[in-house]
Antibody, heavy 122, light 108 residues
């Protein structure tokens, strides 16, 4: 069965960076775009961007451009999201999500990771 | 950027009642690429509906989606206890992907 397993919770100081991993299994990793979505405490869902695991191409939400980097390692079917220059309002649960049709970037999200809580505090 | 506005913010209903949730887009959503998700506390969102009206795998038929263009609806025909949750609509027809702010369905 399809699984997306994320790395564990992180506590970071303002100005630092965090890198969250998402290991995929149960499907062809390179066939489906991987998206990242975050959710601040008590708030709604916010799309951050996607990576094409096959080509490495990325598309980031405007508000994260310059601070976010999405990468992948196809040898271990793992996607990464790194967010730099962290602020207190980056405190959130970060999810990886994938799905839709093979090779299609206009996708809904069938599958979600369990979420990674990133806390930014001095 | 397409802004999605969900209404109402909170819906207070009893088990067995019908729930009707609305999602309105600021501009036409390409190919009706509109999805609905359910989220319970501490859990990741769960896909219910995609393409405005197609149920995801394993989703009970009491959940249905309708609409096109800029106006979409999620209907839960008879609320079960496990349906009390927060529901989000999402458009995936153009970048950036966007979500509505959510509708909470609570027990009356």
């Amino acid at each position: 069965q399809v699984q997306l397993v994320q790395s564990g919770a992180e506590v970071k100081k303002p100005g630092a960076s965090v890198k969250v991993s998402c290991k995929a299994s149960g499907y062809t990793f390179t066939g489906y775009y991987m998206h990242w979505v975050r959710q601040a405490p008590g708030q709604g869902l916010e799309w951050m961007g996607w990576i094409n695991p096959n080509s490495g191409a990325t598309d980031y939400a405007h508000r994260f451009q310059g601070r976010v980097t999405m990468t992948r390692d196809t040898s271990i079917s793992t996607a990464y999201m790194e967010l730099s220059r962290l602020r207190s309002d980056d405190t959130a649960v970060y999810y990886c999500a994938s799905g839709g049709d093979y090779g299609d970037y206009l996708t809904y999200f069938d599958y979600w990771g369990q979420g990674t809580l990133v806390t930014v505090s001095s | 950027e397409i802004v999605l506005t969900q209404s109402p913010g909170t819906l207070s209903l009893s088990p067995g009642e019908r729930a009707t949730l609305s999602c309105r887009a600021s501009q036409t959503i390409n190919s009706n690429y509109l999805a609905w998700y359910q989220q319970t506390p501490g859990q990741a969102p769960r896909l219910l509906i995609y393409g405005a009206s197609s149920r995801a795998t394993g989703i009970p038929d009491r959940f249905s989606g309708s609409g096109s263009g800029t106006d979409f609806t999620l209907t839960i025909s008879r609320l079960e206890p496990e349906d009390f949750a927060v529901y989000y609509c999402q458009q995936y027809g153009s970048s950036p992907w966007t979500f509505g702010q959510g509708t909470k369905v609570e027990i009356k």
